[in-house]
């Protein structure tokens, strides 16, 4: 199990406004936080569980933010409709599309996803997937 995942922003606000869009289809409302010292940041959690929890962090170093080559982060989807709207939710706030929604077999019976690009540039994955008890 995971504790958290975190990516990096150059611009918390309109990161914020993306993940808030994307992420309230699949069930994760953002909490406030407030780090000991360190950047600003941003957290995602479910409304059953504190953890995992999905942050945006602006770069501890100072540097500006960038996307890790070969790097995603995959949200579970509870039906192929969240799909859709967290995906099309991601386009109308400053994501780019990666790959369409729509079935992918070859990961599995009952796969379906989409891809996107956060507007820093980081990789996101939303799926359902059929195979698993929901």
Known sequence: MFSHVTVGTGDLERAGDFYDAVLAPLGLRRRMVTP???PPSLCWVTQAALLPRF?????????????????MVAFLAPSEAAVKAAHGAGLLHGG???????PR?????GYFGAYLRDP????????HRGDLPQ
């Open 36 to 38: 000991d010292g360190g």
């Open 55 to 71: 942050y945006v962090y602006s770069p501890h170093n100072g540097e500006p933010a960038t996307a890790g080559n070969g790097s």
């Open 96 to 102: 780019t599309d990666d790959g369409a929604p729509g």
């Open 105 to 109: 077999p070859h990961y599995g019976d």
């Open 120 to 127: 820093d540039g980081n990789k996101v994955h939303i799926v």
